[in-house]
Every structure is written in structure tokens, then in C-alpha cells.
């Protein structure tokens, strides 16, 4: 089990806003570790979407930005688009394990 | 632009051990970290390890006493050993770029444990 638990699922239609979590603890997002943002197109390697601090490698569209709030970060999809749908996972790192640590994954669905 | 090529078996038999190597093209390997990450069919991923182009290691605890992960500079390549092999490590087995935001990836290859 993952220590930064996402939404198994979310879902909006074209052009909607949608917003994934990701909840951590003390010993990670809470502690003030990064926290990046991987989107997965399915039968694809991950790809890294957000890194820390709202930071788009080239090529992001910026309807992707993230925030983040005591123990918890967030990623948010504006102007939702079919070519959005995939599943996304945040990673920090976890000083108590002192491990890299991924979420559990969210599956974003376009209506 | 740097581009990672996973290779090894695709299928390996339990207490076996796992050796899987990736091939850095497009730039070279001796000026940044490089990573393992794994993932279970139709679950989340799961960090494995990193190794720095000078060497040094640094393992996820849960599998530390079962993983290696080594370099070859002068081959632009980097592996990881897996050893004792069960059901479990099943999984398709990613390298990558980069330590805490991994910006590259390989296309990943697909172990599976069985007899």
C-alpha cells in the first residue's frame, strides 16, 4: 500500500475542470518534500506531466497546474480533452520509509 | 534528445535472478542519476532503486536486500539485479532519468516470474 493515497477514479466532460488528490503525511508531503505529477497514456510508459512547485517540462499545455496544502498536493486539468484520459500518479519522497514513493494512481475518464 | 532502451528476459523462473540493462542513447550517462522503477500488471508503480554516474546506490527498503543496480560509464548503460525471484515480481520493469522527478523514461520491459 502506497503511503500518498489519490482517487481511484475521476471523471468530467469536455472542458470541465477536474482536480485529483493526493494525500501523504508528516513524513512526506507534510514534511515539505516535492511532490511531481507523472500522467500515464495507456500501454505507455509514465511521463513526467509537473514538477514541483507548477514546474511544466517543455511541451506540458498549462491546463495542468498543481497545488499543494499542509499533508496533501493536487493536480488540476482545465479545458478537459479526450487526449487527457489516462491515469496519473503523484510521487514525493517518504523519509520514514526513506524511499521514493508514488500514489496510488487516479484513471481520469473524458464523458 | 536522451532516449533509455530497456533489455533482458522476459521470463525468468522463481528463486531465479532477475538482470535487466538500460541503454542511455542521444546523451551520456556520466552526468546525472538513473533510476528502476517497476510496475505490477494493472497496479501502481513501485521505485526500485538509483544508481549516480559515480556509483553511488541508493535502494527502496522493501526490496534492498534482493537488488543491485550497477553501472557501465563506458557503455552508456546501468542495470539491475534482482535476486529470489517469486510470483511477485512480476511486473513491467521501467528505467529512467533522474532521481526525484524522473523526466525520462524507457518504454519499460515486461518480466514474468513463472516455471
Known amino acids: 500500500q502506497s503511503v500518498l493515497t489519490q482517487p481511484p477514479s475521476v471523471s468530467g466532460a469536455p472542458g470541465q475542470r477536474v482536480t485529483i488528490s493526493c494525500t501523504g503525511s508528516s513524513s512526506n508531503i507534510g514534511a515539505g518534500y516535492d511532490v511531481n505529477w507523472y500522467q500515464q497514456l495507456p500501454g505507455t510508459a509514465p511521463k513526467l506531466l509537473i514538477r514541483a512547485n507548477n514546474n511544466r517540462p517543455s511541451g506540458v499545455p498549462d491546463r495542468f497546474s498543481d497545488s499543494r496544502s499542509g499533508t496533501s498536493a493536487s493536480l488540476a486539468i482545465t479545458g478537459l480533452q479526450a487526449e487527457d484520459e489516462a491515469d496519473y500518479y503523484c510521487q514525493s519522497y517518504d523519509r520514514s520509509l526513506a524511499a521514493y514513493v508514488f500514489g496510488t494512481g487516479t484513471e481520469v475518464t473524458v464523458l | 534528445q536522451v532516449q533509455l532502451q530497456e533489455s533482458g528476459p522476459g521470463l525468468v523462473k522463481p528463486s531465479e535472478t532477475l538482470s535487466l540493462t538500460c541503454t542511455v542513447s542521444?546523451?551520456?550517462?556520466?552526468?546525472?542519476?538513473w533510476s528502476w522503477i517497476r510496475q505490477p500488471p494493472g497496479r501502481g508503480l513501485e521505485w526500485i532503486g538509483y544508481?549516480?554516474?559515480?556509483?553511488?546506490?541508493n535502494y527502496n527498503p522493501s526490496l534492498k536486500n534482493r537488488v543491485t543496480i550497477s553501472i557501465n560509464t563506458s557503455k552508456d548503460q546501468f542495470s539491475l539485479k534482482v535476486t529470489s525471484l517469486t510470483a511477485a515480481d512480476t511486473a513491467v520493469y521501467y528505467c529512467?532519468?533522474?532521481?526525484?522527478?524522473?523526466?525520462?523514461w524507457g518504454k519499460g520491459t515486461t518480466v514474468t516470474v513463472s516455471s
Open positions: 544508481i549516480s554516474y559515480s556509483g553511488s546506490t
Open positions: 542521444g546523451g551520456s550517462i556520466s552526468s546525472d542519476y
Open positions: 529512467a532519468r533522474g532521481v526525484f522527478s524522473m523526466d525520462v
